[in-house]
């Protein structure tokens, strides 16, 4: 079928899931861009966890890899990091493949921008968590290992239960940020929801209606987020004493 | 020192070196003499920090209104500066400049007035959109911190000020704002950096700033890693400058908060 010209059709026709509308390019985008931002912080979290015990508690060598791992990430613009890594880590990855005397392969931009991103996010995780852990009560960390515990014990009932509530904040901030920082794999070419958007409004010229979308469903995406993570906050509270100003 | 410069740290230290010593030996740097590119890269970090500048300045001038009628306005103008800086923080900065920059710049040549006045040939450039971007995003983030920063004043300070006859405005002068922003000057460093790390999202819109002459090099030359690398360093030298900057800037004004 033939699409009249864009200008005499209406918004809700251009956003629309018919031969004419834009629908499902910028659903098929918000879909990516979620699961870039899900996968990458799931990865993010790993690091976050691991990186944030190894910076407390791990050897000094650990401690200074860290350190400097931490400190060029946030040092760095995530548009620069993701740029080098884009074409570091397929690189790397296809080095070792190599080596172990594999072909090359092609690694799907999907799970290069998750990874891409995952490092950018673990970076900020390792430093919110290090700051919750700090502020689990020392006695109770103390106590545990005057019982005896093994770390990995210690670490599961006590340190990490006791720092979610001070963690939930800040993991729930870096949360909004993978979500924005998705929006940046569209300077590399991938097709989620920001790079969707420029190319529905750059053919159709209809700037406002496709931004205008696009950004309702980012924000729906934040409101939503920012809902969850307050009752999770107020759930990892319960049984703490209220804080008065 | 003593402490920081163990036999440890010296190895790492070593290693380090001696990871710049390959890639300074084994990649190429031979673009790095042309002079074409080195003025561009000159010209690339002037318009980056120029960029920086003028961007949190104006930034920043916007957030002190938009922090202080939600602190204290009445509802009509509290609410559209709440919106304000919910839809800053929820979404990307880079579609709020092609918002902007392709949105509204097409926009504008459909206005006859516009396309006639004196205002036209800045208009059809990029960097107004690009100031204008990002200046809203400082903003919106900042005009949120400043909210609190507002709130936060002790009102015994305000009620005195009031007792003593001041009259409004200069009570918001003398006593409100400062405090207000005695109370923010901590975390404008950490703005400053996040607002580094978004200049380079405006070279998406063909300002040339360093990160775009980067791209440049890499697309002439064909060398992948090497411009990069040397962005990634230039970044955390300005990094390094700002955060400096501020820990001096700092030191010099009594923090001494209630």
Redesign the interface.
């Known amino acids: 079928m033939v699409c009249p010209p864009p200008a005499q059709l209406s918004s809700l026709t251009l956003l629309g899931f018919g031969d004419c509308g834009w629908g499902a390019t910028l659903l098929w985008g918000f879909g990516n861009s979620l699961m870039i931002a899900l996968g990458a912080y799931a990865i993010g979290f790993c690091i976050g966890v691991s990186g944030a015990f190894g910076k407390l508690y791990g050897g000094?060598?650990a401690k200074?890899l860290l350190a400097v791992y931490t400190t060029?990430v946030r040092?760095?613009?995530?548009?620069?990091?993701i740029?080098?890594l884009y074409?570091?880590v397929p690189a790397l990855i296809n080095q070792v493949l190599l080596g172990l005397g594999y072909e090359r392969i092609n690694l799907p931009q999907f799970i290069t921008g998750v990874v891409v991103l995952a490092v950018v996010q673990g970076a900020y995780q390792i430093e919110v968590l290090r700051g919750a852990i700090l502020a689990v009560p020392q006695g109770q960390i103390e106590a545990a290992r005057a019982m005896g515990m093994p770390p990995v014990m210690l670490a599961r009932r006590i340190t990490l239960p006791l720092m979610t509530s001070n963690a939930i904040p800040g993991l729930g901030n870096l949360w909004?940020n993978a979500t924005?920082?998705?929006?940046?794999l569209?300077?590399i070419g991938f097709t989620e929801l920001?790079k969707a958007?420029?190319q529905a409004?750059?053919t159709t010229?209809a700037?406002?209606t496709f931004?205008g979308a696009?950004?309702a469903l980012?924000?729906a995406i934040?409101?939503i987020s920012i809902l969850i993570f307050a009752r999770l906050e107020k759930r990892s509270r319960r049984g703490q004493r209220e804080q008065r100003a | 020192m003593r402490d920081f410069l163990n036999l440890r740290r010296v190895i790492m230290i070593g290693i380090a070196v001696g990871l710049v010593a390959w890639c300074a030996y084994a990649l190429r740097w031979d673009w790095l003499a042309n002079p074409k590119y080195q003025s561009m890269m000159l010209r690339g970090l002037w318009q980056t920090i120029w960029m920086l500048v003028v961007t949190m300045v104006i930034g920043f001038a916007l957030a002190i209104p938009i922090g202080f009628v939600q602190a204290a306005g009445p509802r009509w103008l509290a609410w559209p500066a709440r919106v304000f800086c919910s839809v800053i923080r929820g979404t990307p900065l880079l579609m709020q400049i092609w918002l902007l920059y392709y949105g509204i710049g097409s926009l504008f040549p459909s206005i006859p007035w516009i396309r006639d006045s004196a205002m036209w040939p800045i208009l059809r450039q990029a960097w107004p959109y690009a100031v204008l971007a990002l200046s809203l995003s400082v903003a919106g983030y900042e005009g949120e911190v400043l909210r609190g920063a507002f709130k936060s004043v002790p009102h015994g300070q305000l009620e005195a000020a009031r007792a003593m006859g001041m009259p409004r405005f200069t009570l918001f002068r003398r006593i409100w704002l400062p405090q207000a922003i005695q109370r923010v000057l901590p975390t404008i460093g950490g703005e400053t950096v996040l607002q580094l790390k978004s200049t380079p999202l405006i070279s998406t819109i063909t300002i040339m700033e360093i990160y775009d002459v980067a791209g440049r090099v890499r697309r002439d030359t064909l060398v992948v890693y090497e411009p990069l690398l040397l962005l990634a360093l230039t970044y955390m030298i300005i990094t390094a400058m700002i955060v400096l900057l501020f820990k001096w800037f700092e030191s010099r004004f009594p923090s001494k908060v209630a």
Request: no cysteine; aromatic share 16%; hydrophobic share 60%.
């Open positions: 000094p060598v200074d060029i040092a760095v613009p995530e548009l620069v990091l740029l080098i074409y570091a909004l924005k920082d998705t929006a940046l569209a300077v920001t958007t420029f409004s750059a010229k700037f406002f931004y696009a950004m980012y924000m934040s409101l």
